[in-house]
């Protein structure tokens, strides 16, 4: 059996529902690169306020998107992000680039723009890719497609969580907010949120990060690794 083949695994879901520490773990347990689509749209957004251009201004937008430098840089155990030469890792994590991601994901112009960088990621190497519609649309012949779900109080506190060291957040504005984008992100035009139609669910809701990524990586084995010698 030879575990050399180049495959790729997509996980999509709503947000709070565990997608990228999974990821990124699994990613670290099979030796696989990690592909954050979600931080992509984070740094288009990020560089949008940086360069004061409104999201109406289709012709300022595609000047950015023209120009933009989105890169990910492993730092010990951390991935940094890097946009236009600037270390963006938690500055696109703030509750401000949470809304206006989820608007700039909307932008058609903005999801052309992406998804060949999305593809071009994983050309050379098995990856696992972390987003809305990684199974759906940017690779819809993955090898295998997981969607994660998780109820709305537990992704809300997940997330109040990671922002908490963050000023005037609770678990109602929490729950408020991903409501709402929960909702936009599922009912925009273009590639909305949606569980491809052979992704297999799992929900997270009672499970730990480890169980989690111990079913993903035995699916792994029984679906890929132990199909093809
Ligand atoms: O996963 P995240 O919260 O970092 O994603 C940020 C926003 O980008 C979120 O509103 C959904 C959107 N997104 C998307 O539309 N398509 C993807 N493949 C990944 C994220």
Redesign the pocket.
């Known amino acids: 059996m030879s575990n050399a083949r180049h495959y790729i695994i997509t996980v999509d879901g709503p947000?709070g529902s565990g997608?990228?520490t999974v990821c990124r773990r699994v990613a670290a347990r099979l030796g696989i690169g990690y592909i954050?689509?979600?931080?992509m749209?984070?740094c288009v957004a990020w560089a949008t306020l940086q360069q004061g251009i409104d999201l109406d201004d289709r012709k300022g937008l595609s000047r950015l998107l023209d120009e933009i430098d989105i890169r990910f840089q492993a730092a010990g155990t951390e991935n940094l992000v890097l946009c236009n030469g600037s270390d963006v890792t938690r500055a696109i994590r703030t509750p401000e680039i949470?809304r206006l991601?989820?608007a700039v994901?909307a932008i058609d112009i903005v999801r052309q723009a992406l998804l060949p960088l999305q593809r071009a990621a994983a050309r050379n190497n098995s990856a696992i890719i972390?987003?809305?519609?990684?199974g759906t649309v940017?690779f819809p012949e993955a090898d295998l497609k997981i969607f994660l779900t998780a109820d709305l109080e537990v992704r809300a506190r997940r997330r109040l969580q990671d922002q908490k060291d963050q000023d005037g957040i609770d678990l109602e504005s929490v729950m408020e907010a991903i409501r709402k984008?929960d909702r936009d992100?599922s009912s925009r035009a273009h590639?909305p949120?949606k569980k491809a139609a052979d992704a297999i669910t799992i929900d997270t809701s009672k499970l730990s990060i480890d169980e989690v990524c111990e079913r993903i990586i035995n699916l792994v084995h029984t679906r890929i690794l132990n199909q093809h010698d």
């Open positions: 947000s997608k990228s954050d689509t979600g931080a749209y984070r949470d991601a989820s994901s972390d987003g809305r519609d990684a940017i984008r992100d590639a949120l």
